[in-house]
């Protein structure tokens, strides 16, 4: 069992930053993959970035690349999703997730088995 913990969504303007934070806690500790999806409103939850658990390698969907970076604390069990030169296409529901198998770096939301519960980016133009 892993629970998630996510923060740091709010309001921006277009070009600003956010940096979101999720920490996991588990009482069996073991290596997982970390990945941010993101819903906006009456779209599918969408993958955003993903990590393997030694931090050795990163995943991004191609809207966010060179604006978002994933990076994660091991001794925090942390991931963080900083989040540059945002866009009101942006706004949507940032939600962590965690794949225990931490072999693979996947993108399908049905991969991941552990989810938090979720934090609003509103980013203003």
């Known amino acids: 069992q892993v629970h998630l913990v996510e923060s740091g969504g ?11 934070s999720c920490a996991a806690a588990t009482r069996t500790p073991s290596p997982y993959t970390m990945a941010w999806f993101c819903q906006a409103p009456g779209k599918e939850r969408a993958f955003v970035a993903a990590i393997t658990w030694n931090g050795s390698e990163r995943s991004y969907t191609d809207s966010v690349k060179g604006r978002f970076t994933i990076s994660k604390d091991n001794a925090k069990n942390t991931v963080y999703l900083q989040m540059n030169s945002l866009k009101p296409e942006d706004t949507a529901v940032y939600y962590c997730a965690v794949d225990l198998n931490w072999l693979i770096l996947s993108r399908a939301v049905d991969e991941y088995d552990y989810w938090g519960q979720g934090t609003q980016v509103t980013v203003s133009s």
């Not at 709010?10 to 979101?20: D, E, P, V, Y």
Request: aromatic share 0%; glycine share 28%; hydrophobic share 45%.
């Open 10 to 20: 709010g309001l921006a303007q277009a070009g600003g930053s956010l940096r979101l």
